[in-house]
């Protein structure tokens, strides 16, 4: 068999493994949140602070997707017109086009193109956010974290477009077998090594001193079976009034992080329900099998782009004469940047049922719905949410439940234990 039968079977596997993975994995079936519940919890949420939220969130709106439809127009325009083809070449041509030059000065050069056009964008919603009062650090601060993240993709992307265009090299023939090997293994390690390396690169953290809710958080920890090593303080505040908290770390590194924002902001018991759902995803692994699907994705995807490689027209579109050059990059790009959005949904769906599990896991660990609500009515108000956001927008993009679905199933919980 040839390279690309081995590679169509391979795809095949993949898909099929992706596919079982999912469906055994993922937990469809969800706690009940009635809608009746839902409109009553809503009509029980501060009228101002509903009309607030929608406010916000109209006013990010048409900033939103204009920037993901220029963003895709524009890796359309690179990936799919000989353009991106000749910018890679350019930026080459001074080291006498030598391929490396192409695949990682060329490539970052790409990437960097395609986001500098929704920059104005990122900044723009920078001033939405501070006019709400949800922003809290300056432009200065702003544009210090965007170099940061810039500095930090860079770096992730010059290896990986390196270690890529190598592979290709060393084995022309087979390099979609090795590329798949390496982005799935790619994929594992920015999942475990990221929280490590890049989190204090944006937050420094200090350990939570002794107080009553400290060791109410290890003591939930040790009750659920997921011991931590350490409660930890993000100091979040100097960018954001948004709250937030989570659990990182595996095994013996495993440690809670609270925002201080969350510390300031949300009663003791409230932080304790935040604690316990974020425990839920310790406890069902809900980061391996994020990480799982996402490497059997990404293998998948690297094989998807090698048999695309085959379809004349779009070489043709491009400019290149085959897709494993440097100069094919920007199609990579364009093609990568469709199967997201196109994914999105999907993506979404799966991250509600899991966050929906772990809000369920919060419950039955706390046995305490009233502080669950309550924490869900603050989180709504701080972060500005829409409690009960346009269908469309929420089954395109939404990674949560919706604050009445989660209060919703908050009473259902409390109706069913009280029985
Ligand atoms: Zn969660």
Same mark, same amino acid.
């Given at each position: ?40 919890? #809503? ?22 997707? &204009? ?15 000989? #353009? ?26 790409? @990437? ?21 009062? +949800? ?8 544009? &210090? ?43 594992? /390690? ?10 204090? &690169? ?10 009553? /809710? ?16 350490? @409660? ?25 992080? @609270? ?71 920007? +199609? ?16 979404? /769906? ?70």
């Amino acid at each position: 068999m040839s390279p690309r039968g081995w590679a169509l079977l391979t795809l095949v596997g993949l898909v099929a493994a992706l596919v079982v993975t999912v469906a055994v994995l993922i937990p469809w079936q969800r706690p009940p949140a009635p809608r009746a519940d839902q409109l009553a919890a #809503l009509d029980e949420l501060p009228r101002d602070q509903v009309s607030r939220g929608r406010e916000f969130r109209a006013a990010l709106r048409p900033g939103g997707w &204009v920037a993901l439809g220029i963003g895709l127009l524009v890796a359309l325009a690179l990936g799919l017109t000989p #353009l991106g083809s000749r910018l890679v070449e350019l930026v080459g041509r001074p080291f006498g086009g030598h391929w490396a030059a192409q695949a990682v000065l060329g490539g970052l050069t790409v @990437v960097f193109v395609a986001d500098l056009v929704t920059l104005p964008f990122a900044a723009w919603r920078h001033t939405v956010l501070t006019r709400y009062g +949800l922003a809290t650090n300056s432009w200065g601060g702003w544009t &210090v974290d965007l170099l940061k993240s810039y500095v930090v993709s860079a770096v992730i992307g010059a290896v990986a477009l390196g270690g890529f265009y190598t592979v290709i090299r060393l084995a022309p023939r087979w390099w979609w077998a090795f590329g798949a090997a390496g982005a799935a293994g790619l994929v594992m /390690l920015l999942s475990f090594v990221f929280p490590v390396l890049v989190e204090p &690169v944006f937050n420094r953290f200090t350990p939570m001193g002794p107080s009553p /809710l400290r060791t109410e958080l290890m003591e939930l920890a040790a009750r659920d079976g997921v011991p931590v090593r350490d @409660v930890l303080v993000a100091d979040a505040s100097r960018r954001t009034r948004a709250v937030n908290a989570y659990v990182s770390g595996l095994g013996p590194t495993r440690r809670i992080v @609270v925002y201080d924002t969350l510390l300031r902001e949300a009663t003791p018991e409230e932080v304790t329900a935040v604690v316990a759902h974020e425990l839920g995803h310790a406890k069902d692994r809900d980061v391996v099998v994020g990480t799982l699907t996402g490497a059997l994705g990404a293998a998948a995807a690297v094989v998807a782009l090698y048999l695309l490689g085959f379809v004349a027209p779009l070489l043709r579109m491009a400019g290149v004469d085959s897709i494993d050059q440097p100069r094919a990059f920007p +199609l990579l790009l364009a093609l990568v940047t469709v199967a997201g959005l196109v994914s999105t949904p999907a993506q979404a /769906l799966i991250s509600r049922r899991i966050e929906a599990r772990a809000d369920a896991h919060a419950l039955a660990l706390t046995r305490d719905p009233g502080a669950f609500v309550a924490m869900q009515r603050r989180l709504a108000g701080i972060n500005l949410a829409d409690p009960d956001p346009p269908r469309l927008e929420y089954l395109y993009s939404a990674s949560h439940p919706s604050t009445v679905e989660r209060i919703a199933a908050a009473r259902a919980y409390a109706r069913k234990t009280s029985r």
